[in-house]
């Protein structure tokens, strides 16, 4: 059996992909630091799968705090998620986020390269294309200057493992550009905490539907867009997690040294802020209130992948309905408030 390490396992998309891991027969430890986490997912995933999963409360910018990890378990790749990934917190601490998000980058395949290597699936985001020329892009469109410190973080980190593979014949990399994660798993008992105010849409519209925020608002819609509001495309996370399984597989598949690819994760189709909100009010049937009010700073106007590289390489393709991703959502917010 494979020993996969993911950081940031505590968290969202981590969580999940533990998940994902455990089902397709992958042995899974977690590292993470609960910056931006509490342990329900943890007791989530726990519940899911019927195992117990070894955690460790670890920096993984702290050596001294991931070397334990690998003395006590064979790894065999690990995923990394750890990172800070708030774009508006990044402008007003670019330190904070520099810091964290390369540091932990860089001790992580510093251990890894003392312990023998391995394989690398790095999270990094749609944010790198900017607004795109052309639509929609692939993974050949050309990377626009960042325009968040978070954005940048993910440009330089995926320089640093292109880099890395060079030099380190041990380390293969497959780098995952995510679209929109939303949703929840169908069990209900994972899926996004966010904390405080919610900056994505998803938890935001979900939020306002619990009461726990008294109305959306829609920011822009006279973007060129068909109903003028913005095109995006929301990727399902458990669809998300099953990325990660195959990019491993992936490398496990390739028997030469120097593999760092990158592919889109997305599900290759343009979906507008208000088909998603009508969407989740048909699907839950409620009636959610909402505002239409100016455009949020920053926001691009449209961006959706061409996932066919994943598809055909990777073999991968998402799977599940909007429907049910948003019902997920729903229940996912119902079951962490309480509401029947
Ligand atoms: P999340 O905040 O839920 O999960 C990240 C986890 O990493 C958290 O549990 C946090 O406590 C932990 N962490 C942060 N810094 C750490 C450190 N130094 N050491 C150990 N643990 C640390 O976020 P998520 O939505 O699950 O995102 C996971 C990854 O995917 C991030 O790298 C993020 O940038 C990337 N990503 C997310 C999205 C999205 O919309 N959610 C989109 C594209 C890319
Ligand atoms: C989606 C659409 C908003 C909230 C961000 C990061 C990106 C990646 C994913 C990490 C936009 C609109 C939103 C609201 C709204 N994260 N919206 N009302 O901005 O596409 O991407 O998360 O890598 O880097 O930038 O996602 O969910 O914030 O917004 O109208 O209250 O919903 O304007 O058009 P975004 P989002």
Request: glycine share 8%; charged share 20%; with cysteine.
């Amino acid at each position: 059996m494979k020993n996969i390490l993911i950081t940031g396992g505590a968290g969202y998309i981590g969580s999940h992909t533990a998940v994902e891991l455990i089902h397709a027969g992958y042995g899974v430890v977690i590292a993470d630091n609960l910056s931006n986490a509490d342990t329900t997912c943890l007791e989530g995933v726990k519940k899911i799968t019927g195992r117990d999963i070894p955690f460790y409360k670890a920096d993984c910018c702290r050596k001294d705090q991931l070397l334990p990890i690998f003395r006590e378990h064979r790894i065999d790749g690990v995923i990394h998620f750890a990172a800070f990934k708030a774009v508006g917190e990044s402008v007003e601490k670019p330190l904070m986020y520099y810091h964290n998000n390369l540091l932990s980058l860089v001790t992580l395949l510093e251990v890894m390269v003392e312990n023998g290597g391995g394989h690398v699936v790095f999270s990094s985001s749609a944010t790198v294309y900017g607004q795109p020329p052309v639509l929609p892009v692939t993974e050949d469109t050309p990377r626009m200057p960042a325009t968040s410190p978070y954005g940048n973080t993910k440009q330089i980190c995926e320089d640093i493992l292109a880099d890395a593979v060079k030099a380190y014949a041990s380390v293969k990399v497959v780098i995952l550009r995510y679209f929109n994660p939303i949703g929840a798993h169908p069990s209900a008992l994972i899926g996004e905490l966010p904390r405080g105010i919610p900056n994505n849409l998803v938890p935001f519209i979900t939020q306002t539907a619990a009461g726990v925020r008294k109305e959306l608002h829609i920011f822009g819609s006279n973007y060129n867009t068909p109903d003028g509001t913005a095109l995006r495309d929301y990727i399902d996370v458990v669809d998300l997690a099953a990325a990660h399984v195959s990019a491993l597989k992936r490398m496990e598949a390739y028997d030469k040294p120097g593999l760092c690819e990158v592919f889109n994760v997305g599900t290759g189709k343009p979906l507008s802020v208000m088909e998603l909100v009508k969407k989740f009010e048909t699907v839950n049937h409620l009636s959610l209130k909402y505002r239409i009010t100016g455009r949020r700073e920053g926001d691009v106007e449209a961006v959706w992948a061409d996932t066919s590289l994943a598809n055909r390489v990777l073999s991968w393709k998402a799977r599940r309905p909007l429907e049910e991703t948003l019902a997920n959502a729903w229940a996912w917010e119902r079951n962490i408030r309480g509401i029947t």
